[in-house]
């Protein structure tokens, strides 16, 4: 029989997050002041388990105050002067806790439109195109191509980036790309994420392991790169710079290297599965494994990847035009080694000739003197058919 766990209260919904994550501080901070806001504006001694309590009679009553208590709690909110990132995340929280103890908040269309209704962007950020990312690979030292490159292809946040450790590389740095990373542990929504090495990040990893072992600083526990979020940033502002890149008054950060990622990822496979390669929350039932995305990612390259893709049809070709050539070469050596025998054979018997020359030549000079003694020479070539009648027949007693 299942026992029900009955813990109930902040701890027991913060518990929910990960100690570490963003998201359980800043849920926490919004709680604080939702308890802060209610004991100001609410008669009472107001804390977690009396929110529980009188939330349950709200609803069993079908008042919905607590409804209208959060819509008021947002222009509480404001006094504070909050930006309106902040407001939402806060209202959020109040949202969450309810939901973790079975009371969901259920608000009018008008309730929710004051309290969701969209801030206008204080901030713009520069989109990354690819040739923007090309440009600055080109200017970029072996760090910063880590930085760009392995960035871009794993869409993480920068958070979970500088986390990352050499062992993690050194264990998945093998086959051909994309490269699956494993399972990358994440700490804004404590979820784990499935990303993969491109070309590009490969050859990138495997520059700058190489520069930390000539630096004695290989070790398989230590981080990748020992910067921090702020320091990643700045990293991409100065590439911008030195590859001349006119961003006008936009913002450059390292999250918009995840935002690139997404914007293309999400042009060639679901939701659900480019959610899980970056890192965010999806269904349990729409987990995959990381190996079953590798297909997946593999179709967003030609979109993301800096260096020149050969089409796979191409590399076919090339190899089928590299076996003919070899065949080639085997059929040549055979037709050299023919022609080499034929030359040996046919330098034999030319010398062969040459002994047979000196020969006749010798019998020649010999006959040359038995006519004509010590005189001088016939002023031209005497040929056998030119010989008296008695010397052909002193050569025949001969």
């Known amino acids: 029989m299942l026992v029900s766990n009955n813990s109930v209260g902040k701890d027991a919904w913060l518990k929910g997050f990960p100690e570490t994550s963003t998201t359980r501080r800043i849920y926490r901070k919004g709680f604080e002041r939702f308890i802060k806001f209610m004991n100001e504006t609410q008669k009472g001694d107001w804390n977690d388990k009396q929110l529980l309590k009188d939330r349950e009679i709200d609803l069993k009553e079908r008042n919905f105050a607590f409804e209208q208590k959060v819509v008021e709690f947002r222009q509480w909110l404001s006094k504070l002067k909050l930006s309106g990132n902040a407001k939402r995340t806060h209202i959020t929280a109040i949202c969450s806790f309810f939901a973790f103890h079975r009371l969901d908040l259920k608000f009018t269309k008008q309730q929710k439109s004051q309290l969701w209704k969209t801030p206008k962007p204080a901030r713009r950020y520069y989109e990354f195109a690819v040739e923007d990312l090309k440009r600055m690979n080109q200017v970029a030292s072996p760090k910063e191509k880590y930085v760009l ?79 921090s979020r702020q320091e990643v940033n700045l990293i991409l502002k100065k590439l911008v710079k030195r590859a001349r890149i006119n961003t006008g008054n936009e913002i450059v950060r390292f999250h918009q290297l995840r935002v690139f990622l997404i914007t293309r990822l999400s042009t060639v496979m679901e939701t659900n599965r480019w959610k899980q390669i970056v890192g965010k929350r999806v269904p349990e039932s729409a987990y995959v494994k990381p190996f079953n995305l590798r297909e997946d990612y593999a179709k967003v390259l030609p979109h993301t990847t800096v260096r020149e893709i050969v089409a796979q049809d191409e590399v076919n070709k090339l190899r089928e035009e590299v076996k003919e050539l070899r065949e080639e070469g085997k059929s040549f050596t055979y037709r050299e080694r ?48 030119e010989f008296p009648e008695e010397i052909a027949v002193s050569e025949e007693k001969e």
């Not at 804004?188 to 004695?216: N, R």
């Open 149 to 227: 490159l392995v960035g871009k292809s794993l869409g993480l946040r920068a958070n979970d980036f500088i986390r990352l450790e050499q062992g993690t590389f050194e264990a998945h740095l093998k086959g051909e790309a994309p490269v699956s990373l494993g399972e990358i542990y994440t700490q804004k929504e404590g979820v784990k994420a499935s990303p993969f090495l491109d070309e590009d990040a490969v050859e990138a990893s495997k520059t700058w392991l190489q520069i930390l072992e000539s630096k004695g600083r290989r070790d398989p526990n230590k981080r990748m790169i020992g910067i």
């Open 338 to 385: 023919t022609l080499m025998d034929k030359i040996d054979n046919l330098e034999q018997q030319l010398n062969e000739l040459r002994e047979e020359v000196k020969k006749l030549t010798k019998k020649q000079e010999k006959g040359l003197l038995e006519i004509y003694g010590d005189g001088e020479p016939p002023s031209k070539e005497i040929t056998e058919f």
